[in-house]
């Protein structure tokens, strides 16, 4: 059993940044895919960014490539997602996700172990 817990968001202006961090415990952290998805209002979960259990690879939709950056530190637990040049429309909650499988995917319904999510607001 995997219990993650999200935090950093909150209210930022557009062009801003923010950091989210998911604490993980158990102690096979380190042999998880995981990965961060969010939901706005109204509209389906959707995939954000990946990493592989090693952190070697990393994946991201195309709405985030170049603004928002995946890591993990396996010695802490914890996986990251580095937000910046934020926009309007990724006002969102975001969960963070771990995925048990061998191989990452960008389907929720893949992964095994949710956060309770942390909300996003970027005001323009």
């Known amino acids: 059993q995997v219990q993650l817990v999200e935090s950093g968001g909150g209210l930022v202006q557009a062009g801003g940044s923010l950091r989210l961090s998911c604490a993980a415990s158990?102690?096979?952290?380190?042999?998880?895919?995981m990965g961060w998805f969010r939901q706005a209002p109204g509209k389906e979960r959707e995939f954000v960014a990946a990493?592989?259990?090693?952190?070697?690879?990393?994946y991201y939709a195309d709405s985030v490539k170049g603004r928002f950056t995946i890591s993990r530190d396996n010695a802490k637990n914890t996986v990251y997602l580095q937000m910046n040049s934020l926009k309007p429309e990724d006002t969102a909650v975001y969960y963070c996700a771990a995925d048990i499988s061998t191989n990452w995917s960008p389907r929720p319904y893949e992964y095994d172990y949710w956060g309770q999510g942390t909300q996003v607001t970027v005001s323009s």
């Open positions: 990493i592989s259990w090693s952190g070697g690879s990393t």
């Open positions: 158990g102690r096979t952290f380190s042999s998880y895919n």
